[in-house]
């Protein structure tokens, strides 16, 4: 089994709850759920799997404490660590729903990781993110809107788990 750490940004504490909701999912132990605002990024090198969640705020940008936390990992050498990423968004906010999960992914793009667990954006309701390719069917992780659907937040995240815990294993 890979060692799976969880490390979050969240600004009025959605994405820090839903980050102890996946780590309850994926059995993480609460020690390896780690909030970036007071979290050296060195210590994503205590783990072969990452889980990376932030909330969007103005317009697509990524919660705050998480800038600091990236410029530090982007140097990193990550060619042996999963990366998969989730949000948490407002679909109201229809053209930039769920954008930091796009631009984390960005920001990583050249530290070697290997991205994992996309996500389906169907039934979902926005027009534009920073997390969906044009013509894309998946988000490149797991958009969550705990403003306006709640209730689908826990189907969701089982989905998407199952597709962590089969990397983990494997
Ligand atoms: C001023 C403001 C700007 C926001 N901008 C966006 C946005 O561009 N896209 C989006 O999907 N959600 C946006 N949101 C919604 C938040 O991301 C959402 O409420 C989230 O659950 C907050 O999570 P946190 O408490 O973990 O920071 C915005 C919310 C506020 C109050």
Redesign the pocket.
Known sequence: MKKIGIF???????????AHDIGRILGVSEADIHDVASTPPSDVGGYEVLVL?????????L?DDWYDFLAGMSVLDLSRKYVAVF???????S??????VGEIRNRIKDTGAKLIAPYDVVGYH?EH?GAVAENAVEAEGL?????NHPELTAPRIAGWCALISEVAKG
């Open positions: 979050y940004g969240s600004t009025t504490g959605t994405t820090k709850k839903v969640g932030s909330s969007t705020w103005n317009d697509g940008a919660q949000g948490c968004g407002d679909e109201t906010m053209d930039t729903f769920c954008s930091a926005f993110s958009l969550l809107d705990e403003v």
